[in-house]
């Protein structure tokens, strides 16, 4: 299998070739993508050393699939032409998300919409990807009507540059900034930018993006994205009300028995998910399960997932696994 990764050099991009290695991806022949600043460095790939090209060389190279993490602008000029020849392009960015006429995939989810005629797909947003891996099985059982979530975004979500803002800080270093204040001991509620309506365009992609993978628009979603200095993954405290009440025995047995999620909730022995913890790891990881006495049918829980792994590069390639194991190229 021919794979090209556009943005091989960034964070998502080093985080999904350590991840086809890591998963034995049938990779026959690797070709990275950059800017024209990387192009001719080399990338060592399962053994091989391999020249990072230009976009128009990899479009000439004709891969069959191609994994993208390198901003909207590049995925909306070209995903298009490796479709045209034939290439299927699974992009990371929010520029395919809401196009009707692309599939929004977290595998264990929904992989069964994917076919042949998908040339462009589009994995979720990183903390989309961890909430509805949590709730589309409680969603299948009990019917979402509501749910309010608050996020405690990891800086890795921003790149490289909030990075090194939080090192600089730590540093007593003056340097670029990735934010408006610094990162340090503070807690920035603006994750992306912010839309007429008063929400960031990361709160929006939680409403949007959960109703399009549930294929249900009449859940009611609102949210609040917040930035925090951590490293190894992002938090979510998900309140959600269903149609029907539920048993928390059997919340705790639908999540345990959901591949890709993981239960860690046992308050005796101060057992919940932590970002420390995710780091590295893929599965989505739920605690903190409890029901939300103020209101009827209602639950809440405690959401944790390395944001670069199952939250981008790991669910890329579980797409592009189901792609090859059913012969959807
Ligand atoms: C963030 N989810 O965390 C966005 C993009 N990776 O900033």
Redesign the pocket.
Known sequence: MKIAVVGATGM?GEVMLNVLKERNFPVTELIPVASEKSVGKTIAFSGKDYTVVSLATAVSLRPDIALFSAGGNTSLEWAPKFAEIGTTVIDNSSAWRMDQTKKLIVPEINASQLSKNDKIIANP???TIQMVMALAPLHKHYKIKRIVVSTY??I????VKAVKQLENELAGIKGEMAYPYPIHQNALPH??VFEENGYTK?EM?LVRETQKILDDKTIAVTATAV?IPTAGG?SESVNVAFEKDFDLTEIRNILSNTPGVTVQDNLNENSYPMPIYANGKDDVFVGRIRRDESQPNTLNMWIVAD?LRK??ATNTVQIAEYLVENSLL
Do not use: I
Not at 156 to 159: L, V, Y
């Open positions: 998502v947003n990183c903390s975004q990891s890795s979500g921003t790149g994750c992306d990361e992609k930035r992002h944001n939250g981008a």
